[in-house]
């Protein structure tokens, strides 16, 4: 029986979107506040997106990561399963025959899909939070940077993705459009770990032995924990991430991560690096619970089978 598996890779996208949709209007928001000024706590920043921008403003840049992310969490999902059951092929010759996963396995299976989901997912974070960014409330006067854009209130830097595109890669020429991907390794690695393993544990715990798979319920309640687990841990070099990635839009601040770290934790304490940590917590879960629940069924739907397991 062959390891690699395209249904993995189409259910993934299924998930991908059903993830996008219920859980951009708390990604602007913690991109928001993450890597913008003057919005103070979560409730506050909503309250000004709000009134500044409508409702519309919480779906800003929302189109391309419902194109793009889709693609990106189908790759993520097709490798982390393709590569967790080729090395239980690997171990014992049929995964498949046994319900429980080697922790080693899956370890090894989450950091290789961490590491793929930055060179396929850099470009698609940075366009994305470029175009959340761009109507941030700006204050040259009071900063000392050079600006490459006009001030806040006037036309925005980037009229769409393909333009904030085509910017970035005249401005900063290709690798512009990994600018973060440092941080972005440094985040994602240890958060697919943290990620995965949590749900395939949490699945086999609730489900009974009884069971050939996981319930609907089971899937929701174990995807959404995994991915408040994952998300909230993640919070410190997810600020990283979304500063050097935000940074570009009105000003060139940061020179890397160890300088945007330096930077940060000088001008506001250590408190930053924990910014938008309960909206990351909160978004997470329902974010991950649909991920994980339009991924599984969906593999259940196009293998016929309806016994399917975790990831």
Known sequence: MSSFQLEDFVAGWIGGTASVIVGHPLDTVKTRLQAGVGYGNTLSCIRMVYRRESVFGFFKGMA??????????????GVFSNIRRFLGQHHCGEPE????????????????????????????????????????????????????????GEQPAYQGPVHCIATIVRSEGLSGLYRGASAMLLRDVPGYCLYFIPYVFLTEW????ARAGPSPCTMLLAGGVAGAISWGTATPMDVVKSRLQADGVYLNKYKGVLDCISQSYQQEGLKVFFRGITVNAVRGFPTSAAMFLGYELSLQALRGDHSVTSP
């Open 206 to 209: 609730i489900t009974p032995e």
């Open 64 to 77: 391309f990561p419902l194109a793009s992310i889709a693609v990106y969490n189908s790759v993520v999902f």
């Open 97 to 152: 025959a046994s319900p429980h996963h080697s922790l080693s396995d899956l370890l090894l299976a989450s950091m290789v899909a961490g590491v793929v989901s930055v060179g396929l997912g850099g470009p698609v974070d940075l366009i994305k939070i470029r175009l959340q960014m761009q109507t941030q409330p700006f204050q040259e006067a009071s900063l000392g940077w050079k600006s490459r854009a006009v001030a806040f």
